[in-house]
């Protein structure tokens, strides 16, 4: 006879939070596919809508073979596509690329968490999705002249080992810093690139959302975005590096929100989530001390940014309830 483990907590929780995300992405696409007028870029998002909707119908089947409640999600109540574009100029594919990027790191956490074969499927199969799209929106941004290509150093002649903690060293005013090594060079390109992307999308959020606190909100995000940004592009100045990320779009004048503000707000909250791991991942690979620091309070600036979000979604009621375990003392006073 074949058994079957019950799904578990931490199944239950990934496939719940992958359904949020899902859902939200599905009615993100159905705006753009809707505005595009480049059939090469309606090609690649009519082809993840396509994949996306299948796992989120698979994700559908876990749940009801499991008797859990189907989560509400995104629906087309979140999704206007009468509104008039918001976005010109390939910002669909550039947002789509930052989005697919969340999900490959996503989706490796969310395996480790799986233990059924049916659940490690659906990740093995979205992740081979995710690696397909986001290969065809880097070539095709390239192929556009959108994407700005990482700085270019000299390639190594020798191998080195580092022999004095003054390689850590950015802080003494009394000696040169040394020069950003490759591994800095590519974080920093990434945060400056992950970061305009970013301010642009919450410009149009800005203008657009209803919602009075969200929209304060939002305008306090593009500030912080700025401030991601000078902090990294000052890096690479003093390294004597000029750089300057293509933008991926130009925001419209338009006022009318594509989008609901519930799934605004979760889209920036979803996009802080990363920005803290990127943050994270820059601390730790990073040898300068300067430059960790730096990144690590960039980091704390973007936690209490989106705690701030989370407050403002729990009051007007957008954020859904993730599955919670038995209160037992609420069981046994309320018998």
Partial sequence: MNYKNPLSASELGTLWITYQEKTMILRI????????????????????????????????????????????????????????????????IMLLRVLKEISMGMYTINMNMAYRKDVMTIYEGLTVVTHKVYKLATLYLLKKGILTLPPNITMPKSTEFIKSKSYMSGFN????????????????????????????????????????????????????????IKTFQDLLLDNDIQFSAT?????????????????????????????????SFGTFFTLRNDISLKTALLAKDVYFYGQEGLEIMFKNGWYEEPPQTEDRNQLINGN
């Fill in 29 to 92: 696409l159905e705006y753009f596919i809707e505005k595009a007028d480049d059939q090469e870029a309606k090609n690649i998002m009519g082809m993840l809508w396509q994949e996306l909707d299948y796992y989120v119908e698979l994700i559908k089947e876990v749940f009801k073979s499991e008797g859990a409640v189907i989560p509400v999600g995104f629906t087309s109540e979140d999704v206007h596509l009468d509104a008039p574009n918001l976005f010109d100029n390939g910002f669909d």
């Fill in 173 to 228: 005013p009394f000696s040169e810093k040394r020069s950003l090594n490759a591994i800095e060079v590519g974080y920093i390109h990434h945060g400056i690139e992950s970061n305009n992307i970013g301010m642009q999308l919450i410009t149009g959020f800005a203008q657009s959302a209803k919602n009075k606190e969200a929209r304060q909100y939002f305008e306090k995000g593009i500030r912080l975005a700025k401030k991601h």
């Fill in 247 to 279: 933008s991926g779009s130009t925001v419209t004048d338009s006022t009318v929100a594509p989008f609901s503000d519930k799934l605004m707000m979760y889209c920036i909250d979803f996009l802080n989530g990363f920005s803290i791991v990127g943050a």
